[in-house]
């Protein structure tokens, strides 16, 4: 009953901290809306040899927009606390980067309502609250599709590492190509007049979007534009089984996860393993054993290691007397 309640009570906790996500991040972007902005007039004097006043109107949040972030930040505030006071390893809790991004998303908060009203021009400091959108990755706690995902990406590290590599490697040479083939030959309506331009339009067509603001015009242009679109469909082709593969992988062992009971889904790591070796034990095992020998005798070489403890494992003084005591 213990265990029902507990586990209804995290799952509650889980439940919530996930509306408190979605509504910071709502909130996040309804206040930029025009209409839902008020309008303030800024009148500052400039200094120079005669006095001037300049006024300025700018748009504020609406102040329900402040409420709904400051419960939203308390509650992650307390969340975080808690979780640090219960976490049994402080360090590995420090070093994740989802507490870390929860960390410096609430601090960002507090630090923008104290500068609220030291700064006049609040738009720098509006501009690094857009860390806060990143509690989103928060959410890949409570999803386990997000988990298999990133999972598959770090599997795959090395081959997106090598798709972005020959892709900006591409980009680089494909923007040279272009600068220089539309200057070969007259061409009033030249739009690529340095090859950090051709950089955009590169990306763009190996990318396979083509926004079309920037066309080659002339015939070389254009074959090299269609090389850059071939080389950019087959370059990004190329990692995708190996990711997709991955993917499988990782969700067939998640269902497959699924499927067992909740006691055996945790996968214990070798030094969690403490095997308990008590007389009764060991006499079922040996009871198990002992048919199996004609004799009537039991090899230690060939019985369990749970039951045969080898005799050149480690002593280790025990703290409450002062014999030394076997390590299993």
């Known amino acids: 009953m213990v265990f029902f309640f507990g586990l209804l009570f995290s799952h509650g906790i889980g439940a919530a901290s996930i509306i408190f996500v979605i509504a910071s991040i709502v909130s996040f972007c309804l206040k930029t809306h025009p209409s839902l902005r008020i309008p303030t007039l800024i009148v500052s004097q400039i200094n120079t040899s005669m006095p001037t006043l300049v006024s ?10 402040f409420y709904v972030e400051l419960m939203c930040n308390m509650w992650f505030s307390a969340e975080f606390l808690l979780r640090l006071l219960c976490c049994p390893n402080i360090p590995s809790f420090i070093r994740n980067p989802i507490n870390i991004i929860d960390l410096i998303a609430t601090i960002s908060f507090y630090v923008d309502w104290t500068l609220d009203t030291a700064l006049s021009n609040r738009d720098s400091v509006e501009f690094f609250s857009i860390i ?4 989103l990755f928060k959410l890949t706690q409570h999803s386990l599709g997000l988990k298999i ?17 020959f892709v900006c490697l591409g980009i680089v040479i494909f923007a040279a190509l272009v600068y220089y083939a539309e200057r070969l030959t007259y ?5 690529f007049d340095s090859i950090p331009v051709g950089l955009w339009w590169a990306v763009i067509t190996i990318c396979t979007i083509g926004f ?46 699924a499927k067992l009971p909740k006691k055996r889904r945790r996968v214990l790591q070798p030094h969690e393993i403490k095997p308990i070796v008590g007389r009764q034990t060991t006499a079922a095992l040996l ?42």
């Not at 300025?56 to 927009?65: D, L, S």
């Not at 806060?132 to 509690?135: A, P, S």
């Open 187 to 191: 061409n009033p309506g030249n739009q």
């Open 287 to 328: 009871g198990q054993l002992a048919p199996n020998n004609n004799n009537g005798s039991i090899n230690c070489h060939t019985a369990p290691l749970l039951v045969c403890p080898q005799n050149t494992l480690p002593m280790k003084k025990s703290p409450t007397s002062g014999k030394a005591k076997q390590m299993l």
């Open 132 to 135: 806060r959108i990143l509690r």
């Open 212 to 257: 079309g603001d920037l066309v080659p015009k002339t015939w070389l242009g254009m074959a090299v534009g269609s090389v850059c679109a071939l080389m950019g469909v087959l370059t990004i082709a190329l990692p995708v089984p190996v990711i997709v593969s991955n993917f499988a992988m990782f969700y067939s062992h998640a269902q497959a996860r």
């Open 56 to 65: 300025k109107v700018v748009t504020r949040p609406h102040p329900y927009f």
């Open 149 to 165: 995902l990133i999972a598959t990406f770090k599997a795959s590290a090395q081959e997106l590492f090598l798709l972005v590599f």
